[in-house]
């Protein structure tokens, strides 16, 4: 049996190939009729088969009256002969040598660029060659379309996310099968391994995730209809630790400071600049926060003034001072747009270089600042407000606690007796809201705790301390320096963030509120909270207008108020127009589709459309339930971000208390609580009794049901 040129018309005795299941046959034509084939296969087979759908490359024609044997060892040697030429060949290489001689041409002409002479076998390798390769080649017989680069880049996009998506459906399903079942399975290699804790994760933080969606229904076939399936076989895994604050992922906000990393280079800018503000403009400020508090936005001093009643100067964080709005960092602290604080630690909206350090009024420290200079008459009722922008320095940082000890007489520090009028004043000013109709409510503030215990985590719920005369001071103190910055604002018809409650409230609702039955009768008639451009009245507060300038550093409202008022002063005008002010203000929600940011994921997992197609840049991931709720003056709440994450509504924690896990972050008072700054504080907290899933409320008669409904809705409420 000898080599033959290429057959046209194959008959019996021709050895032939055709398509069978994706990949080229070996065949022996035994008989031939009209253009019909009766053909036996290399897997010892007969089979019948139209002429035309032959591989165009027949051949070798032999003698066909020969055994079985004879055709079955003949169509193993011609198999192996080929199959040892096709993995010599690179066809990409090749493809790079024709580029630009023809558009296609025979399996013949592209072995004669490769071999002298090429015998049959040659050819059919060729062709078995140019088949595989579907990203360079396209079939169209007789012939090969040689590709363009652009469609060849496109197709290998295409065949490395089918290789990934069954490498992970291959590997990842047996896999999280033996995780879900608690054994130890071997890993998957790196890769598989990278990208399935991507997917996992991108599954987190998106459970609609349609481009995931196609593997995610091949991987989890077999497994329970599990809520967060996901993110419990995560946890198993040990990709995400057991108490993970998925919410977060949901909502697109970074955890840690590795954020910011890119913008390396702008932070030291600024950093240089409040370096260079030389000896401080004002000074003998004290500021009271919590002990762990480090972004420290305000400060006070407070003394006799000269013509009767008080002269009171609060320190506020400038960080517009060598802001770059609309630059990098900016965008992504807009999208960060506010501080949260929760029992796992905190989140800060700005880097932590700029917001616990480089702006942050710690003591003994030099920082830009803004200064509102107050004359209160003896009962508390502001006279005048100068503002100005002052190099500060801030001579004590002080706790909540160590207020309220001085304040109660326990103690007598160098500021003890500053901080002790502040009080009479912070009771004076409260009580001129009342009259004003104001609405406090006083309510306890639960914290939670997390402790690692053998790799578990415990969760504890234990009241503060409680300081409510040094809370009064403070939030007091910060309702009126918003109040003063917009009315000042407005006399000179300057564009400010204003938060507005404009509603008809009964007079009788006027006044301190520590009941929680009495406290949800009220509340529910609230009309919402809105963030505006103009100014118009906060009823719950008491206030004809309030503009949120006290916390720059936490939230992004007040550095934009900051910045157009900082602005006003050094060139007289306007930063933003009132127009321009409306179009950037933040709005609350945001876009169905969550998506996770943050650590850079893999570029294979990118490419295959299994993670969302904005993915690839995180510092532009937004989502559904976005941090952007700035519903509150004085709180910006972060709706379902939980203690860790963990779905605790129904569930006893050590203190014998159910957690709900909804939080309020920031510091100053809303029209719902004007009394302390509740970082993370619990607003959903109710006696055991009340803790199934769906307890029977039926038998909780009178206020107690009434109080598990006002609870269930979520709000503020203290249940003895």
């Given at each position: 049996?000898?080599?033959?040129?290429?057959?046209?018309?194959?008959?019996p005795?021709?050895?032939?190939?055709?398509?069978?299941?994706?990949?080229?046959?070996?065949?022996?034509?035994?008989?031939?009729?009209?253009?019909k084939?009766?053909l036996?296969?290399?897997?010892?087979?007969?089979?019948?088969?139209?002429?035309?759908?032959?591989?165009?490359?027949?051949?070798?024609?032999?003698?066909?009256?020969?055994?079985?044997?004879?055709?079955?060892?003949?169509?193993?040697?011609?198999?192996?002969?080929?199959?040892?030429i096709e993995?010599?060949?690179?066809?990409?290489?090749l493809?790079?040598?024709?580029?630009?001689?023809?558009?296609?041409?025979?399996?013949?002409?592209?072995?004669?660029?490769?071999?002298?002479?090429?015998?049959?076998d040659?050819?059919?390798?060729?062709?078995?060659?140019l088949?595989?390769?579907k990203?360079?080649?396209?079939?169209?017989?007789?012939?090969?379309?040689?590709?363009?680069?652009e469609?060849v880049e496109?197709?290998?996009?295409?065949?490395?996310?089918?290789?990934?998506?069954?490498?992970l459906?291959?590997?990842?399903?047996?896999f999280?099968?033996?995780?879900?079942?608690g054994?130890?399975?071997?890993q998957?290699?790196?890769?598989?391994?990278?990208n399935?804790?991507?997917?996992?994760?991108?599954?987190?933080?998106?459970?609609?995730c349609a481009e995931a969606?196609?593997?995610w229904r091949?991987l989890?076939?077999?497994?329970?209809?599990?809520?967060?399936?996901?993110?419990l076989?995560?946890q198993k895994w040990?990709?995400?630790?057991?108490h993970?604050?998925?919410?977060?992922?949901?909502?697109?906000?970074?955890?840690?400071?590795?954020?910011?990393?890119?913008?390396?280079d702008?932070?030291?800018q600024?950093?240089?600049?409040?370096?260079?503000l030389?000896?401080?403009?004002?000074t003998?400020?004290?500021?009271?926060?919590?002990?762990?508090?480090?972004?420290?936005d305000?400060?006070?001093?407070?003394?006799?003034?000269?013509?009767?009643?008080?002269?009171?100067?609060?320190?506020?964080?400038?960080?517009?001072?060598?802001?770059d709005?609309?630059?990098?960092?900016?965008?992504?602290v807009?999208?960060?747009?506010?501080?949260?604080?929760?029992?796992?630690g905190?989140?800060?909206?700005?880097p932590?270089?700029?917001g616990?350090?480089?702006?942050?009024?710690?003591q003994?420290?030099?920082?830009p600042?803004?200064?509102?200079?107050?004359?209160?008459?003896?009962?508390?009722?502001?006279?005048?407000?100068?503002i100005?922008?002052?190099?500060?320095?801030?001579?004590?940082?002080?706790?909540?606690?160590?207020?309220?000890?001085?304040?109660?007489?326990?103690s007598?520090?160098?500021?003890?007796?500053?901080?002790?009028m502040?009080?009479?004043?912070?009771?004076?000013?409260r009580?001129?809201?009342?009259?004003?109709?104001?609405?406090?409510?006083?309510?306890?503030?639960?914290?939670?705790?997390?402790?690692?215990?053998?790799?578990?985590?415990?969760?504890?719920?234990?009241?503060?301390?409680?300081?409510?005369?040094?809370?009064?001071?403070?939030?007091?103190?910060?309702?009126?320096?918003?109040?003063?910055v917009?009315?000042?604002?407005?006399?000179?018809?300057?564009?400010?963030?204003?938060?507005t409650?404009?509603?008809?409230?009964?007079?009788?609702?006027a006044?301190?509120?520590?009941?929680?039955?009495?406290?949800?009768?009220?509340?529910?008639?609230?009309?919402?909270?809105?963030?505006?451009v103009?100014?118009?009245?906060?009823?719950?507060?008491?206030?004809?207008?309030y503009?949120?300038?006290?916390?720059?550093l936490?939230?992004?409202?007040?550095?934009?108020?900051?910045?157009?008022?900082?602005?006003?002063?050094a060139?007289?005008?306007?930063?933003?127009?009132?127009?321009e002010?409306?179009?950037?203000?933040?709005r609350?929600?945001?876009?169905?589709?969550?998506?996770?940011?943050?650590?850079?994921?893999?570029?294979?997992?990118?490419?295959a459309?299994?993670?969302?197609?904005?993915?690839?840049?995180?510092?532009?991931?937004?989502?559904?339930?976005?941090?952007?709720?700035?519903?509150?003056?004085g709180?910006?709440?972060?709706?379902?971000?939980?203690?860790g994450g963990?779905?605790?509504h129904?569930?006893?924690?050590?203190?014998?208390?159910?957690?709900?896990?909804?939080?309020w972050?920031?510091?100053?008072?809303?029209?719902?609580?004007?009394?302390?700054?509740?970082t993370?504080?619990?607003?959903?907290?109710?006696?055991?009794?009340?803790?199934a899933?769906?307890p029977?409320?039926?038998?909780?008669?009178?206020?107690?049901r009434r109080a598990?409904?006002?609870?269930?809705k979520?709000?503020?409420?203290?249940?003895?």
């Open positions: 049996m000898s080599a033959n040129p290429i057959i046209r018309h194959p008959g005795g021709c050895v032939v190939e055709f398509m069978q299941g994706n990949a080229p046959t070996l065949a022996w034509v035994l008989e031939e009729q009209s253009g084939l009766r036996y296969t290399l897997n010892k087979r007969e089979t019948k088969l139209p002429a035309v759908r032959l591989l165009p490359w027949s051949g070798p024609a032999l003698v066909p009256d020969v055994s079985r044997g004879d055709i079955d060892a003949e169509l193993q040697r011609r198999h192996e002969a080929r199959q040892a993995t010599s060949l690179d066809v990409v290489e493809w790079d040598m024709v580029q630009g001689e023809v558009p296609a041409a025979p399996a013949q002409w592209f072995a004669e660029m490769v071999f002298q002479d090429p015998d049959v040659q050819v059919a390798a060729m062709g078995r060659a088949l595989a390769c990203s360079h080649y396209k079939f169209q017989p007789p012939e090969f379309v040689i590709l363009d680069p469609t496109r197709k290998q996009t295409e065949q490395e996310r089918e290789r990934i998506r069954q490498q459906i291959s590997s990842g399903r047996d999280l099968r033996a995780v879900w079942d054994k130890s399975p071997q998957p290699d790196p890769e598989t391994a990278a399935l804790k991507e997917l996992l994760l991108t599954l987190i933080a998106d459970p609609e969606g196609p593997v091949e989890r076939k077999g497994f329970p209809d599990t809520p967060h399936l996901p993110l076989l995560a040990g990709a995400v630790p057991d993970y604050n998925f919410h977060l992922d949901q909502a697109g906000y970074r955890r840690g400071n590795d954020w910011s990393a890119i913008h390396a702008e932070i030291a600024q950093l240089r600049a409040v370096e260079a030389g000896a401080p403009q004002a003998g400020f004290v500021s009271i926060d919590s002990a762990s508090t480090r972004d420290i305000d400060a006070f001093h407070l003394e006799a003034h000269s013509q009767g009643g008080f002269r009171l100067r609060l320190a506020l964080a400038n960080p517009a001072f060598a802001w709005f609309g630059g990098p960092l900016d965008k992504d807009f999208d960060r747009a506010t501080s949260i604080y929760l029992p796992e905190s989140l800060h909206m700005m932590e270089e700029l616990i350090n480089g702006y942050s009024l710690l003994e420290t030099v920082r600042g803004m200064v509102l200079d107050f004359h209160l008459d003896e009962k508390g009722r502001m006279q005048d407000c100068a100005s922008l002052q190099a500060v320095r801030v001579e004590q940082n002080i706790t909540y606690e160590q207020a309220e000890e001085a304040i109660e007489g326990e007598s520090p160098q500021w003890g007796a500053m901080v002790v502040a009080a009479q004043v912070g009771e004076l000013l009580q001129a809201r009342i009259e004003r109709g104001a609405v406090v409510i006083d309510r306890p503030d639960p914290e939670v705790i997390l402790h690692e215990d053998g790799g578990a985590t415990r969760v504890e719920v234990v009241m503060k301390p409680a300081t409510p005369k040094a809370q009064v001071l403070v939030s007091e103190m910060m309702i009126l320096a918003n109040e003063a917009s009315i000042w604002a407005t006399e000179r018809g300057l564009g400010l963030y204003h938060r409650q404009d509603f008809t409230l009964p007079k009788e609702y006044g301190l509120w520590t009941d929680p039955h009495e406290i949800f009768s009220i509340v529910k008639q609230f009309g919402p909270s809105l963030l505006e103009e100014p118009r009245p906060h009823r719950g507060l008491g206030l004809q207008s503009a949120p300038s006290t916390s720059p936490r939230r992004y409202p007040d550095l934009v108020n900051c910045a157009q008022i900082g602005h006003f002063l060139h007289g005008h306007a930063k933003w127009t009132k127009d002010m409306e179009a950037m203000r933040p609350a929600g945001g876009p169905a589709g969550s998506r996770r940011t943050g650590a850079a994921l893999p570029p294979a997992l990118l490419e459309g299994i993670l969302p197609p904005d993915a690839q840049n995180p510092a532009r991931g937004r989502g559904r339930g976005r941090l952007r709720q700035f519903h509150h003056p709180h910006s709440r972060v709706a379902d971000i939980c203690s963990q779905e605790t129904g569930r006893q924690v050590s203190s014998g208390h159910v957690v709900h896990g909804q939080f972050s920031g510091r100053s008072p809303d029209e719902r609580n004007s009394g302390g700054r509740g993370g504080s619990l607003i959903r907290c109710f006696p055991l009794h009340l803790k899933k769906k029977d409320v039926s038998s909780c008669g009178g206020k107690k598990f409904q006002t609870a269930d979520g709000l503020i409420v203290a249940l003895p």
